[in-house]
């Protein structure tokens, strides 16, 4: 899925393959989504979505080849 985010994405839960909540959509900017991690959100989940093991950043884009839905509620990850 090739997504395109919007304003309307922002606050919306992001999830992985099990429906786990790991994050909220902080903000969008041109385009793409940023997201919050969940605090408790393991090193080794973080590499698996290419948001690096950096802790000074706040939030991280979600790379829309890893997006396997997108609803009203929630943005769906493929990834576990």
């Known amino acids: 899925m090739c997504a395109t985010f919007t304003e309307e994405d ?3 839960d992001v999830v992985n393959a099990n429906g786990d909540q790991i994050g909220i959509v902080s903000e969008v900017d041109a385009g793409t ?3 919050n991690p969940d605090p408790g959100m393991t090193d080794t989940l973080k590499s698996q979505l ?3 093991d950096a802790d000074d950043e706040e939030s991280y884009p979600i790379d ?3 997006v396997k ?3 009203d509620r929630e943005i769906r990850l493929k990834r576990t």
């Open 33 to 35: 989504a940023y997201v």
């Open 10 to 12: 922002e606050g919306k």
């Open 64 to 66: 829309d080849n890893n």
């Open 50 to 52: 290419g948001w690096g």
């Open 69 to 71: 839905a997108v609803t």
